[in-house]
């Protein structure tokens, strides 16, 4: 019998497994069956190759609800030759943690390894915290901790010191799904001995509604199918009306990968180009409580910035990146405000297409024409036998000259003369374009013959 079996932080449960919630059911049992972070379990990346080999370090998982902190640690302890031992910070105590180190020292000096997993470790307070200070330092214990918070703010500096952090990421929604289909036709674990229909947009649609969240979508599932009353044929069908009814919330008309999707997005993109803030709200709401991805949204608000306000407001491109960060920082419902914020921001800004339009222009030429070779006095002149052949040879350097401004040509030949960027009078775009019209007449000046 195990020294720790007695204790009641013990890792295995009693459980029946056919009692087990479906999340629980359905964990993963090996690395091969494990969905998502790849950047530290893709092949031969460091925790996989610590894994596969039995060769283990402290660590801490952190990363939201439902991103697999737990269920990584399970496979940790059924892939590696340790004792195993699992602490809930909710219920262990000071003289809890005492009795398993007090084990653990014992069983390190007779050659064996203990692995001691603390969930929600950001629940430990300082000196629940440093009771496992010694033991790590000494090699009697390797300890994995996982977390939603920061541990930066969370785990005392000596703990961290000694620890690997690694980030796991929220579950992308194909991914949720793909975790919801294998619960379905898994015959041991999940629903396959049912005759359970669900069609891919239910699952799509639990999956969106998880927000990154697998244990989440696994409940849903479970209590769908719970709540499913059997067709004329037997089977349990899973429809929007039920999921409508366990949700508790309005399912709104949305496919996304269809052409729904490529309506309201289009939308949301015309209002802002519009200036209409009132519809740039309304659309975006609408993509959010559908399910949509909300880091899609950011991004697709990111391009806006570019392509319909461009320098303008150069401020909006600042304003959508942090949007972006502030829903990685916040997630959801709470970030969902920092995108409003800035499709709003988008919405009321200048709006300029100069940036585009000149760029969609020079990737017209250069697929057109010929790719004609920098000009001699553009290239640098980095050895004798360059200098000599004429790199560098007429280079005027701007600093050098009062106004910072030379009539050299930067162009290749075949393209001299061409303008691309041609700024409007919008924000600050027309101080660019006086500022552009300035630059000209120097020019004119300096040239040769004027």
Known sequence: MSLFSKLPQSFEADVPAANQPLAERMRPRTLDEFIGQEKPLGAGKSLRVQIESDNLGSMLFWGPPGCGKTTLARLIARLTRSEFVSFSAVLAGIKEIKEVMAVAEQKARSGHRTIVFVDEVHRFNKAQQDAFLPHVEAGHIIFIGATTENPSFEVISPLLSRTKVYVLEPLATPQIAELLRRALTDKEHGFGNESIVAPDEILFRI????????????????????????????AQVL????????????????????EEHYNLISALHKSVRNSDPDAALYWLARMLE???DPLYLARRMVRMASEDIGLAEPGALAITLAAKDAFDFLGAPEGHLALAQAAVYLSLAPKSNALYTGYGSVIEDVRKNEADPVPLHLRNATTGLMKNIGYGEGYKYAHNFEEKVTDMACLPDNLAGRTYYQPTDQGFEQRLRQRLDEIRKIRSRA???T
């Open 207 to 234: 999956a969106s509604f998880a927000n990154g969240d697998a244990r989440a979508a696994y409940n849903t599932l479970e209590l769908a199918v719970r709540s499913a009353r059997p067709d004329e044929s037997g």
């Open 239 to 258: 429809t929007p009306e039920l999921l409508e009814d366990v949700l508790q919330r309005k399912l709104l008309r949305y496919d996304k990968a269809g």
């Open 290 to 292: 559908s399910g949509e």
């Open 447 to 449: 040239a040769p013959g």
